[in-house]
T-cell receptor
């Protein structure tokens, strides 16, 4: 029944490692997003994909590489993890055409990434 | 200036009180507006969309003032369960996708 699910829920790893977070939505939405929420609780968009095509890339370091194998999945791979990458990463989805501007985004329950 | 600004609070109010939050946005091209609620260590969840004419959902009333570029949320008869962080979000449609920008959130604590 989970609408937007992401795995893992917790990720503890060392600086310099490479890790991936997976996200899947079963809402039939055409657009998916990755957000980062830092220690000050500021929630900021990183990427959005519409039907597997990158739409928004908010000047995120190129160590972060999103991949969308189909419109129901958006994964996030992070290379050479740094201390500043510690945060909660949220996946979200929505219908996102010009006529869908009032459609809300639905969030997954987050992946808590801690870099040692 | 931040794109979306909110008073971080915390707002500490007694049960039954009425509390109001404001949010200002800087981009006049913003097209749609939302209030999300986020509980501690949980994901943001949509509380309500904000329409131009204002809208109400039970104890919650949202207003939009496009001329002054602010939105507001009024909570009447506060419950303990209303304690959470309230995030204002502003949407712009940009070439194929909706970009949602969040404020930093206003923390509400409802006390006995």
């Amino acid at each position: 029944d989970t609408a937007v699910s992401q795995t893992p829920k917790y990720l503890v790893t060392q600086m310099g490692n490479d890790k991936s977070i997976k996200c899947e939505q079963n809402l039939g939405h055409d657009t998916m997003y990755w957000y980062k929420q830092d220690s000050k609780k500021f929630l900021k968009i990183m990427f959005s994909y519409n039907n597997k095509e990158l739409i928004i890339n908010e000047t995120v370091p190129n160590r972060f590489s999103p991949k969308s194998p189909d419109k129901a999945h958006l994964n996030l791979h992070i290379n050479s993890l740094e201390l500043g990458d510690s945060a909660v990463y949220f996946c979200a989805s929505s219908q996102a055409g010009d006529r869908d501007r009032y459609q809300p985004q639905h969030f997954g329950d987050g992946t808590r990434l801690s870099i040692l | 200036r931040k794109e979306v600004e909110q008073d971080p609070g915390p707002f500490n109010v007694p049960e039954g009180a009425t509390v109001a939050f404001n949010c200002t946005y800087s981009n006049s091209a913003s097209q749609s507006f939302f209030w999300y609620r986020q509980d501690c260590r949980k994901e943001p969840k949509l509380l309500m969309s904000v329409y131009s004419s204002g809208n109400e959902d039970g104890r919650f009333t949202a207003q939009l003032n496009r001329a002054s570029q602010y939105i507001s949320l009024l909570i009447r008869d506060s419950k303990l369960s209303d304690s959470a962080t309230y995030l204002c979000a502003v949407n712009i449609f940009t070439g194929g996708g909706n970009k949602l920008t969040f404020g930093t959130g206003t923390q509400l604590k409802v006390e006995l």
